[in-house]
């Protein structure tokens, strides 16, 4: 990759590293669903007017929109609210990669490598490690919606793999902003159904400017920039040379929240954290060691193998 496509897919890990920052500072004067539908009506207005439907068929955008979007932000944004920390929230969404993978070998018959088995395993040991350590810091009410949240955004992973299989290029923007569309009169219902019309009112009389800026962050800066630069990097480069990039996201949304939240995590959730990000770093790399591996041998001479 470029320096300049470095810095690029560097900026995309910062925004939405600070993503978990934004909906904590939306969280409070803001219910998690109004807060969810505000985001998709912000990120599509006035944009859809201006970027063409993707060529996906209406059935696959509708699925779209209910697992990325409904799904995994209403568990997301749901989970931060009975207490889930954004540092350690940003690190359980990226369980979405276990999801992905364990609900391809299920629906569409994708293989399980021993990497992916062998990150899932010490992946799961470090999730145990978090979820025991429940507490002020963290409840398990917020940690297990959460998880929820992240296998609805794995499910969406699928969806999206199956929906753009023998489709022409287009643009992810367009994907991310018509998906959104699909959610707000679902997330509106959920809404009013569940956290009631009183609920409205008193976030309408208690916004401010933070929960503004809140809003026009996870829209514009997480969503339309974040995703709009990801397609980028994507249309130049292969996703094995792309994804690794997010595996930097919880860095950024464990450090930040540390500095600007004052959040604090225990001496077992930063094990467990650790034993998360191996088993990510092992999950995407595994593979790829093997192969390095294997091919330097050989390249070897049958004389220096022997050796």
């Given at each position: ?87 350690l ?43 025991a350590?429940q507490g ?119 450090s ?37 591996s ?14």
């Amino acid at each position: 990759m470029s320096r300049r496509d470095i810095g690029i897919g560097l900026i995309v890990v910062v925004l939405w590293g600070l993503n978990f920052i934004a909906i904590k500072l939306g969280l409070g004067n803001m219910p998690p669903l109004l807060l969810a539908t505000m985001r998709f009506i912000v990120l599509c207005l006035p944009a859809i007017f201006f970027l063409p439907r993707p060529p996906v068929a209406w059935r696959w955008l509708i699925a779209l929109g209910l697992t990325l979007n409904v799904g995994q932000f209403t568990f997301l944004f749901w989970g931060m609210k009975l207490g889930m920390p954004a540092g350690l929230s940003s690190l359980i969404h990226q369980s979405q990669a276990f999801f992905t993978l364990l609900i391809a070998v299920l629906f569409i018959g994708e293989r399980l490598h021993w990497n992916n088995l062998m990150g899932l395993i010490i992946a799961a040991i470090g999730m145990a490690l978090i979820a025991a350590q429940q507490g002020s810091s963290m409840t398990a009410a917020g940690f297990w919606v959460t998880i929820i949240g992240a296998a609805s955004w794995g499910a969406g992973n699928v969806i999206m793999r199956r929906a753009t299989q023998g489709v022409p290029p287009f643009s992810m923007l367009a994907l991310v902003v018509w998906a959104g569309a699909v959610a707000i009169l679902p997330l509106g219902l959920l809404s009013i159904l569940i956290e009631g019309p009183a609920a409205w009112q008193t976030a309408l009389h208690s916004f401010n400017w933070i929960t503004a800026a809140s809003i026009i962050y996870l829209a514009y800066f997480a969503s339309l920039c974040g995703y709009g630069l990801w397609g980028k990097l994507l249309s130049r480069y292969p996703a094995a040379t792309v994804s690794p990039f997010a595996l930097l996201v919880p860095v950024v949304g464990m450090s930040s929240a540390t500095l600007l939240l004052r959040e604090s995590i225990s001496l077992w959730q930063i094990i467990g954290a650790v034993l998360v990000m191996a088993g990510l770093i092992v999950h995407v790399f595994g593979g790829r060691w093997i192969k390095y591996s294997s091919d330097k041998k050989d390249a070897l001479l049958p004389e220096q193998i022997n050796e």
